[in-house]
């Protein structure tokens, strides 16, 4: 491996051990609002605030002005984010957030399994091999043995 493959590997190693964090977060604030939604809001304009915080240091806020040249379905990205942190603001106070991420890597894992191997979205195509399949199954075996515990 290279050090750049690493340092990639450690970011989203790093991106995925706060997916539960979220979930928590925002499933306690919006039991203590009373509204689920209105918690969405204050993470929305919270991530918003630092994305463009990042965009305005990077220098990347003029690329914002090719946006609407660009195709319609790929703005489609925030309404999955909008439903992942909706829905798990929603049922991780009473399905637990564990239980909720579990689901959530399954359907990550499914999902981007699709997109690889049907290319979809301009993804590069990824045959779904013995082997891979094997290791998918061996990650969805091994999220559900520590959610029996």
């Known amino acids: 491996m290279t050090a750049e493959t690493l340092r990639d590997a450690a970011v989203m190693l790093a991106a995925g051990l706060g997916i539960p964090v979220p979930a928590a977060l925002n499933a306690r604030l919006g039991g203590l609002l009373g509204a689920p939604a209105a918690a969405a809001v204050i993470l929305f304009a919270v991530a918003l605030a630092a994305v463009l915080a990042v965009a305005a240091a990077t220098g990347s806020l003029v690329a914002l002005r090719a946006a609407p ?34 689901c959530v890597l399954l359907g990550q894992m499914v999902s981007a399994a699709l997109i690889d191997r049907f290319g979809l979205f301009g993804a590069p195509v990824r045959d779904i091999t013995l082997t891979r399949a094997s290791g998918l199954a061996l990650m969805a075996a091994g999220v559900a043995l520590i959610q029996r515990g």
């Open 69 to 102: 040249a660009q195709p319609p379905h790929l703005f489609g990205a925030g309404l999955f984010v909008a439903f992942y942190v909706l829905s798990i603001t929603w049922i991780a106070p009473r399905f637990g957030v564990g239980n909720a991420v579990f």
